[in-house]
């Protein structure tokens, strides 16, 4: 019924009506060129924050495992300093004669003049056996 009752109705022609339509179109098309100008600036705004969300969560995994690579080569540092030590006591140890003598006994069974030796087992190999 609508599109019957445009059809009877007449429009004006003037020059007013005529500018009227034109800004009307002008303005139509202003706000689609602003909605087109808006989702393009959302779509670029979201590939970026895209971007950096995924290269800031893969230097934050990166960054965590070169602390955790960081702590155990600490750790094993630390390890090698302290075996490094007793090397060191060892081999100030090894250069002296009485120590020495004292290791030849008790390791390969030596004994000095008039010395007996006597074996005594350990204690796990005294469980062991009863």
């Given at each position: 019924m609508s599109s019957?009752?445009?059809k009877n109705i007449a429009k004006i022609q003037s020059t007013?009506?005529?500018?009227?339509?034109?800004?009307?179109?002008?303005?139509?098309?202003?706000k689609k060129l602003l909605f087109r100008r808006l989702f393009l600036f959302l779509v670029f705004a979201s590939v970026?924050?895209?971007?950096?969300?995924?290269?800031?969560?893969?230097?934050?995994s990166t960054l965590d495992k070169k602390i955790e690579q960081k702590r155990q080569l600490d750790h094993q540092l630390s390890e090698l300093k302290k075996q490094q030590e007793i090397l060191k006591e060892d081999i100030v140890k090894l250069n002296d004669d009485e120590y020495l003598a004292k290791l030849?006994?008790?390791e390969y069974f030596f004994s000095e003049n008039g010395e007996i030796i006597f074996?005594?087992?350990e204690e796990k190999t005294r469980k062991n056996t009863n």
């Open positions: 019957a009752k445009e007013f009506v005529h500018q009227q339509e034109i800004a009307e179109i002008a303005s139509a098309r202003k970026m924050s895209y971007l950096m969300i995924t290269s800031f969560i893969s230097q934050s030849a006994r008790k074996n005594i087992p």
